[in-house]
Structure formats: structure tokens, C-alpha cells
């Protein structure tokens, strides 16, 4: 008997040796920066089995006990092999060397997070390379203006820098800047964004399929990061253009140990117009008048340990109005912008649990001041939101192949919507005098979430994405919950085609109050409140998914968008900067949006590009007692357009030349416009005791009116040059809208010989540009 035991004991030997299973994790960083390299992927050629690195360059998979040939690559990099005998849980760092290809790729999809093998649907990754190279308005790079050209993503007026994704409006997005939330990112009335392309590392949006580790917004999530610094040695670049000068530097304070990353972006406008305001002010009048904008981006990196690392993020962005006149003697000054700070920790606790807590902070205010006669007497307006946040997010890879992320926040609103504060001497401007403050107080909310997100193979062939999002909302003494499901799912039907399809219910606590077609700093901030229910959204979505191997990689997605609880403005309302009584002047409704979005992409070669086109309708309804709007009736969105097509290209010609070139064509806006005039007297409840001799316009419905359809070309060209010292520079020449297509920016209605005629006015015609940059 003691001898069949033991024979059985040494014949389970091999079976349970050959079974152990160890972890390789560690860090992928380019090698010439210590920069990290998000969405790497790492695959063992043995076993089939692979995995990628999360959003801070660290990666771990669980391989069998034996022979192991790990390769690691990552777009633009040489791909590296280690084959080794795993006998144990190992911890192996990589730094991959760029490639001579780099010049040559642009990458709109990764293919780690959204490509044929992968259940993520409706995201796409941008390199920041490909941001700095699409030719732009007034050559100024703009993050922002290259999502606009991706299918299912639609900007608003002409040249502005709004995102309007899958029938959304402007404030449902979700935009993160080191996963900080930022409320306004526009400058120049919309025309720019806050996003200082010098300073990103990359870029991520998100259409639908939302993982359960978003929640707030409805349409979309932008998920955007800094770079963190070389650990190697100093460099920086300067850039000068037609609108600003660009400073950016980074390098080692501690050598592979601490970093930092410093971005600076100012305006100069002001500046050059200053000296004639002078000259032409003599004796009296205008004395000090301008516009600019700023942004700086600063980011401190720590390695505490082999497990831990330490992350400061900085954030501050400005922009800025100032009037001085003598005769009155009156000063004006009007500022408005974003600032956030962000500690996180990162820890490796174990080699399969890796943590990322964070405390924040991000205001966005608005500021107008004016002064007359004394610096006593004047007038003050100011509005925004600040926010204080504690989050933990966890990633857990209990196997290969098997993802599990989870984690909790906390956030504490105050919005401040607007105060207004007077105060004058009597005198000239009053009888007597005056001192008082009008507007809405502050509102202050408690916001909590909680998510849990597995992703894990069922076979080889299927593979499921599950998640809960919980958010809570307390405001007024009046508790909102939302418990939202997410899933999405991949069915291989080969190895180059997929099909998914993906749900997401969103819920979202923070309205925005415009008047304005443009992005401007009167644009207010509110809460849900226990009269304005949080507004809540379901999507649909399913898709194709196509490799074609060396040539070009496609897919097709179709989506279905359901929203409830839209704010709309009532019929002649207009809160004109301010929000007293707001809850009266709006309208609740539901919305619809459908659509299909098809995308070409080639990413190698010297010749690389994409195709998107976009079939989409969006509509909204306003039918409940109190709240109805078009007679009840549906109606278009501000920004249904019915068709979008998006055409980039760039071709590399040497190392010394490349050219880009970007097409674009939409459906026109909508508008309402009154189909004729009328007079009271001929109204049938007119009342005869009255006399009214005006005549009034006729609305007949909301969006009654299309513009022509807009469409534009773009075209670049760069000169690049090693210099002598070691530098690079380049010379960038672009032209925007080179055909010069009068676009309609806005259409109204006008008199000419008694008849009514509708003008439009463009905005931008075209626009040739130049820009310089260096690299040291």
C-alpha cells in the first residue's frame, strides 16, 4: 500500500510541475526616453497566450512553468523577443528602441484596444504624432479638430472646436486630462482647444461600448494624457506660429528617478497691437486694449521604489479680455479658464494587482469686472464649478487573458452659477448710491460612484466585457441613484474578422446653459437639482471589424442612442449670463440618435491615411405638459447632419519632405428661420378694443432650416532639418480651406426691393499659415 502511494505521489510530480503557472510583469518605456508606452503589447509565441500595458506602461501575464518567447511591440518600435526558462514569478522591465518607420506611421486605431481581437468597440487611440501633423486653422495643432474628422463625430460652426459625438451636445462629454475632469476646454469663442498637443502623450475617445470605470457624461469620454518627461537628459522644443509661441521642456531632476514636463502656450496678439493703441491714444481715449490666451502643463514624475511611483499633475489655462479708456475714464477686464491638480500613487501590490489612487482638484471659473469714474464704483460678474475628488482604481489579472478592473470615487461640487455684484457712488451713473449682489447662490453637491469591469474569454472565439457602474448624487436635500449595466462582446469569425456588439447605460448630474451656437465664458454650470431630474442615455451598437493584412484595416459599426431628461430652452427664453429662476426657463424632453460610421485606415508606408464616412440622424421631442416644444412634435437637433465623410492623407517623400492634405464634406447645419410675417390684427383671437399695427414672424417648427452643405480642403507641408548643434527643425506651410469655399457660419433673413432674401456670412475663407519649431 506504501508503495502505491508513493508511485502515485511521483506520477503526479511531472502532471503538477507541468502545470504551475508563473507571472511575468514590469514596465515597457521607450528606450530612449524613459517615456511609458501605453496599450504595448506583449505576447508569448509558445503558448498564444498575450496581454498589453495599462495606461501607465506596466503589464503583467501568467504564463505556464517551462520554455517561454515573450516578444514585446508597440506601433513605431522594434519589437524585442526574450525566450528564458520560467521557473518562477519573474519581474522583467523592457525599453523598446524606435524604429526608422516612425516618420512613416500614423496610427488612428490601435490595434491593442479596439482592433479585430478585442471586445472594446467604438474607441479610437491618436498618437500624437498624427495630431501634430493634419494641416489646421491658423496652423495651430488642435486635438480636438482631428477628433471632428473620425466618423461618428461632428464639430459645430465653422472652425470651432466643439464635439458633438452621436447625436450628444457639447456637455456630454467627458473630457480627462490625467484623469481629471475638465468642464470648458475652449479658447477664442470655441476656435481652439485647451489641449496643448507639446504636452500630450496620448489620446483615447470613446463613442459607446463605455467601460464601466466612466460614468457622468452621456455621448462620449476623452481620455487624454501628459507625457511624463525624459529620465535620460534635458530636451525641449520652441514653436512660433501666426496666433502664438509654444515653449516645452523636460528632462531628469534625479536621473531614472525623478522627471518633469513643462508646456507653455501664449497668444501674442496683444502684444503686437499694443504698440499702435499707444500711438493712436494721445491725449486721451482708448489706452489698453487686447485678447490672449495661455496654457501651461506641468508634470512631476517620482519612482519611489521598484512598486511605487508618485505623479504630479498641473493644469492652468486663461483666457482674457481688458479694456482701459480714459475719456470715461472705464476699465474692463474679463478673464475665464480651466485649473486642476492631481496627486496620484501608483503601487504594485502583488504581480498581478496594480492600484492608482488619486486626489484631485479642478475649477473652472469666470470673472468680469468693470470700473468707472473711481475704483469704488463698478460692477463684478462671476460663475464656475469646482471640484474636489478622491478616487482608487484597481487592475486585477487573475489569468491571461482575463482583465478585472474595479474601483470607487468621491467628488464634492460647489457650482457657483452666477454673481453679480454692484456697487457706484451716487453721482453720474445713479442718483443714489448703490451697493448690492443679485444671482443664484451656491449649490453644493456630493457625488459617489463605484464600478466593477471582467473582461475574460468564454472560448476562443467569444469574448465578454461586464460591468456595473454605480453613481450616486445628493443635491438639495434630494438623492439620485443610478445603477448602470455595460457590456460588449467579440465573436471571431477569423482571424481577420470580427463582429461585436456592445450596451451602455449612462447617467450624467451636470447641465451646461448656452445661448450660443459658440463657446462662450457666459456659458453656465448647473446641477441636477430636485426639480431638473440627471439626464440618462441608452446605447446600442454593433459591428464589423476587418483586418486586411499589408494593406488596410476597416470597420463598420451601426448604433441606436436613446436620451431622456434634455434640457432645452423654452420658447423666447434667454438666460443672458444669468441663472436666476433657470428651472422655469428650460424644457425637459427626450432625444434620439441613430447612425452608421464606416472607417478605412492604412497605418504603414510611406503613403498613410484614412477614409470615415457617417449616415446619421438626431432628433428631439418635447412633448410633456409644461415642457412641450414644436407643438409636441419631433424635432432636428442644433447638429443633425445627415452625412459625413472625412478624407486624410500624408505621404513621406524623404526624411526632409512629407505633405498632408484633409477633406472634408457635411450636411448643412440646421436653423430656425420664420417662414413669413403676419399681422396681430389679422389673428383670429386678436382683441379689436387694441390696436397692434406690427406684424410678428411665423415659426412654423425647430431646425425648420438646412444650411448648403459645407465642405472644405486642407493641405500641409513640412521641411524638416538636423542642423549642426544636434537640433531639429522643421518649417510647416499650411493652407486651410485651399479652394476657398464660402461656407455658410451663419443665415438670416434680410429686405431688398420689399422682398425677403436670406445672406449668409462666412467666417473663414482661405487661411495660409506658416509655423516654425525647433527640437534641442
Known sequence: MRNCIIFLFLSVIPYYVNSQSYTVSGYITDAVNGEPLLSATV???LSARGSETNNYGYYSITLPAGEVSINYS????????????????????IDLDLSNMLEEVMVIGNHSSSGVGKTQMSAVEIPVTQIKNIPSLFGENDMIKVLQLLPGVQSGTEGSAGLYVRGGGPDQNLLLLDGVPLYNVNHMLGFFSVFNSDALKNV????????ARFGGKLSSVVDVHMKDGDDKKIRGSVGVGLISLKLQLEGPIIKEKTTFNVSLRRTYFDLLLKPFILANSGSGGINNAGYYFYDMNAKITHKVSDKDKLYLSLYRGIDAIYYGNSKPNMNVNWD?????????????????????????????????????????????????????????DFDYKPTTGHDVKFGAAYTYHTFTPDVTSMKFQGGNIVEQPLDTVLGSPRVFAHETAAYFEDNFPVNRLLKINLGLHFSSFHVQNRNYYSLQPRISTRFLLSDDLSIKAGYAYMNQYTHMLSTS????????????????????SHQYAVGFFYSLKNIANFSIESYYKTMNNLLEYKEGASFMGTSANW????????????????????????????????WSK????FERLGNVLNYGHSFPAKYDRRHDINIT?????????????????????????????????????????????????????RNNFRYPNYHRLDLGINFHKDTSRGNHRTWNISIYNAYNRMNPFYVSVWEENGKKVLKQATLFTIIPSISYNIQF
Open 204 to 211: 483615447t475617445l470613446y463613442k459607446g461600448s463605455f467601460p
Open 43 to 45: 505576447f508569448d509565441t
Open 74 to 93: 508597440y506601433v513605431g518600435y522594434h519589437n524585442e523577443e526574450h525566450t528564458f526558462l520560467l521557473n518562477g514569478d519573474t519581474i522583467l522591465h
Open 336 to 392: 475665464w479658464g480651466n485649473a486642476i491638480a492631481a496627486l496620484r500613487w501608483n503601487r504594485n501590490l502583488n504581480n498581478k494587482l496594480f492600484m492608482n489612487t488619486t486626489a484631485s482638484f479642478t475649477r473652472y471659473r469666470s470673472s468680469l469686472g468693470s470700473s468707472q469714474g473711481d475704483e469704488e464704483s463698478g460692477l463684478t460678474y462671476k460663475s464656475g464649478i469646482r471640484d474636489w475628488t478622491l478616487k482608487s
Open 649 to 701: 492623407a500624408l505621404h513621406k517623400f524623404s526624411e526632409k519632405i512629407d505633405v498632408s492634405a484633409s477633406w472634408v464634406f457635411t450636411t448643412g447645419n440646421t436653423a430656425t428661420l420664420s417662414s413669413h410675417e403676419y399681422r396681430a390684427a389679422d389673428s383670429p383671437t386678436y382683441d379689436r378694443n387694441f390696436w397692434d399695427p406690427n406684424t410678428y414672424p411665423y415659426i412654423n417648427s
Open 618 to 621: 438626431a432628433d428631439r421631442i
Open 583 to 614: 428651472e422655469d426657463k428650460v424644457s425637459i424632453g427626450r432625444g434620439v440618435a441613430y447612425g452608421v460610421e464606416f472607417l478605412a485606415q492604412r497605418s504603414f508606408g510611406n503613403t498613410t491615411g484614412w477614409v470615415g464616412y457617417t
Open 517 to 536: 451656437t459658440v463657446s462662450f465664458p457666459t456659458d453656465l454650470w448647473v446641477p441636477s437639482t430636485k426639480n431638473i431630474p440627471p439626464m440618462q
